[in-house]
């Protein structure tokens, strides 16, 4: 099975939805970096919400979000154009925790929760938007719940898991955003928080081949769908890019590549990809600076 989100309306409720599936571009990341358990389940729920926020996104604006919550998995980034493909790394991807009472990856605990996530949208215009809050759990979920609340007044539940089996492969991933819309009503929420209340982890729903529609319609039998968009791993660098990326480390910097290291090699940090340039091209590229 493929990846892809959708997009709905429960009109009787007064919610818009969404709901993915990210298996497989999880699988990609884990083994383009290297993921341990816990690491793939935090950067799979993150990569989950970050690619149905921006199917939020109208306009396509290219989305940027930064965890650190001062954890032992450092930084995570996770960035997407509003298209469905998405690009993600973490800082220390050798990560594994898991909670004693119940054995599940302990995501919190690797990401901590002293810090903050941030979110950056470049709508080409002048100064971006910039929306940054404390983390709440570090579990992600509730993390992107508390930030849809705070930055921009939208009560939402945000549901986002990873199943990982006993050699590291990503067994699912995936997740479902609810939000209320203005005119939701005290009777819409509280039967929402009542199918929450018991509703199964969306991680083992996927595993059992339940697709983002089905789950969605579980909650709501009378949602509408309204769009379906695939979802990839997929990294935008190039060798003009971090040849760009080279002059901006100056002159000096590139003479003693030249000089002591005859070249250098140069690593995509959202994709692992490395570009080696030899002491010619260092050369030229010093000639034309
Ligand atoms: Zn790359």
Redesign the pocket.
């Known amino acids: 099975m493929k990846d892809y989100l959708v997009r709905g309306l429960v009109e009787s409720k007064n919610c818009r939805v969404f709901a993915c599936q990210t298996t497989h571009l999880l699988e990609i990341a884990r083994q383009k970096h290297q993921l341990w358990p816990t690491a793939s389940a935090a950067l799979g729920r993150m990569m989950s919400a970050t690619l149905m926020m921006g199917a939020m996104n109208k306009n396509h604006e290219k989305m940027t979000i930064t965890i650190n919550g001062g954890g032992h998995i450092g930084t995570m980034i996770a960035s997407t154009h509003s298209d469905g493909k998405i690009?993600a790394f973490v800082a220390n991807p050798q990560v594994h925790y898991t909670y004693n009472e119940t054995g599940k990856l302990a995501v919190g605990v690797a990401v901590g929760n002293e810090g903050t996530l941030q979110v950056i949208k470049d709508m080409g215009l002048k100064e971006p938007f910039v929306g940054t809050v404390p983390l709440q759990t570090g579990e992600i979920g509730e993390d992107f719940s508390y930030y849809f609340m705070v930055s921009e007044q939208i009560p939402s539940v945000v549901s986002v898991g990873v199943l990982v089996n006993d050699t590291n492969e990503i067994l699912s991933s995936g997740g479902f955003i609810i939000q209320l819309l203005p005119d939701a009503t005290e009777e819409d929420i509280q039967y929402i928080e009542e199918k929450m209340s018991h509703f199964p982890a969306v991680s083992s729903l996927i595993y059992d081949e339940h697709t983002p529609e089905d789950v969605l319609k579980m909650i709501f039998d009378d949602v509408e769908i309204l769009e379906s968009q695939d979802l990839s791993f997929e990294?935008?660098?190039s060798r003009d890019k971090m040849k760009s990326a080279l002059i901006t480390v100056g002159k000096q910097e590139i003479e003693a590549m030249i000089q002591e290291d005859h070249g250098c090699e140069m690593k995509?940090?959202?994709?692992?990809?490395k570009y080696t340039f030899s002491e010619e091209e260092l050369t030229e590229l010093l000639e034309h600076m």
């Open positions: 690009k990294c935008d660098c995509c940090q959202f994709c692992n990809e």
